[in-house]
RNA sequence: GCAGGGGUUCCCGAGUGGCCAAAGGGAUCAGACUGUAAAUCUGACGCGCAAGCUUCGGUGGUUCGAAUCCACCCCCCUGCACCA
């Protein structure tokens, strides 16, 4: 067997990712002595996960750095039930065919944390779909129903307050969630010999449920470890910006938006998220908040923040494009772009729109604006209009051009004959073309 | 099924006949200040550039006028009953 590195938890106890374990610390020892089998459970609740699932997954990843090997469960099954976990409200049923579908995705996206071809412990993906499409309801309720305290379940931190609180309920359904949550880890601690598994620390509930069924259906002693929910100090929260969720998908969040999240971190944040989001060591994440903290200025953590982990995400190609386009848009100079940086901004991922040959006299420069989904409403364009926060190529417009698109984006004002950067307040960005 | 409570704009939450597109807070957007920060201040925040238009679970009604009153319906919560 290879060595494992015991140091492991010690790691992840410094970075802060520990929030809660099994076991009285006999997991420090588990994970010392041999090489585990660990698991961690993904629901597909969309067709790609957002940077939520980013903690465990890296957590995953990290676990077989150390030489254990992971296993990335798609719940196949358990997305059709909804985890109620510390959620307000009741939620709608997916169709199987939907669920199935989202399956596939979220399988190719897992696998990307994960390596299938180390020699001495790779890494597998399963669907819970598979223990569970044929299970009668009977064996269910005898085998596995059977384990559950009904008592022990209403006492649950996770569904006290649909229990409780007023305006919502449960239903037996969702209720049930935590018996399947827990069928699969026994599952895998029968068929991997899987003997720990990690997850948000919403999913402590499901997580011991786990620990307590393996212990009874193979008298196997497992363990659960759960990682921090990931916080933000101005209290609003984490993964969601004016323009929605942070996807791991880069057909819903290109790689530039990915990568200027990150950028954008909080100073109050971003040195836990180094230690939560990347592999640079604590040490020399240490060293860099130091001596951000003795420059004056700007700290250079959010950079390094935003690479590593666009890498992380989107490989080195993702992280150059948004990078590129970074340089391009916030580094000044856009007029000095050339024909094929605006064309590579535009293959890169900067949002982009074609414009018409004529505008049509209902077209005002708001609506084009609009429609290239640079505001949410006009009224938000004309605010910005109104405070000369529009520019187009570097020129401000003021409310005056509203009705007069074709000036604005008259051929003379083009860049290259057919480009125009059209930028709205400090940070969004988009390119207007016509084409050659 | 019965009784009681409730469904308001992204969220929380006021509003119980006109002064309501609807208080307040949060979130969000823009401006100033900055570091593409934070904090702070300012403006915006149903839709519409505007005139204006559409909202307060649904449908009808009363009224000059309804988020507010009435009727019926739908949904949620609590208790009781039913199941026994």
Known sequence: ?????????????????????????????????????????????????????????????????AGHKPIALVGGATGLIGDPSFKAQERSLNTPEVVAGWVEKIKQQVSAFVDFDAVENP???????????????????????????????????????????????????????????????????????????????????????????????????????????????????F??????????????????????????????????????FTF??????????????ERQGRPEAQGVLAKEVTRLVHGEEGLQAAERISQALFSGGIEELSQSDLEQLRLDGLPSSELP????????LIQLLVDAGMAPSGKQVKDALGRNAVLVNGADVGMDSNGVPAEVFAGGRAMH????????GKKKYHLFYRSA
């Open 1 to 65: 067997m290879a060595g494992v590195d015991a140091t492991l938890l010690e790691d992840l106890t410094r970075r802060g990712l520990v929030n809660q374990a099994t076991g009285d610390g006999e997991l420090e020892q588990h994970l010392a002595e041999a090489s585990r089998t660990l698991y961690c459970g993904f629901d597909p609740t969309a067709d790609s996960l957002h940077i939520g699932s980013l903690v465990p997954l890296l957590t995953l990843k990290r676990f077989q750095a």
């Open 123 to 237: 890494g597998i993906v399963v669907n819970n779909l598979d223990w569970t499409k044929d299970l009668s309801v009977l064996d269910f309720l005898r085998d596995v129903g059977k384990h559950f305290s009904v008592n022990n379940m209403v006492n649950k931190e996770s569904v006290k307050q649909r229990l409780q609180r007023e305006g919502e309920g449960i239903s037996f359904t969702e209720f049930a969630y935590i018996l399947l949550q827990s069928m699969d880890f026994s599952e895998l601690y029968k068929r991997y010999q899987c003997t720990l598994q990690i997850g948000g620390s919403d999913q402590w509930g499901n997580i011991t449920g786990g620990v307590d069924l393996t212990r009874r259906q193979h008298r196997g002693k497992v363990f659960g470890l759960t990682l921090p929910l990931v916080t933000k100090a101005d209290g609003t929260k």
């Open 239 to 276: 993964g969601k910006t004016e323009s929605g969720t942070i996807w791991l998908d880069p057909k819903r969040t290109s790689p530039y938006a990915f990568y200027q999240f990150w950028l954008n971190t909080a100073d109050a944040d971003v040195y836990k998220f180094l230690r939560y």
């Open 280 to 293: 640079l060591s604590v040490d020399a994440i240490d060293a860099l908040e130091k001596a951000d903290a």
């Open 357 to 364: 040959r004529e505008f049509t006299a209902e077209q005002s």
């Open 417 to 424: 004959e057919r480009f125009y950067v059209v930028r709205l």
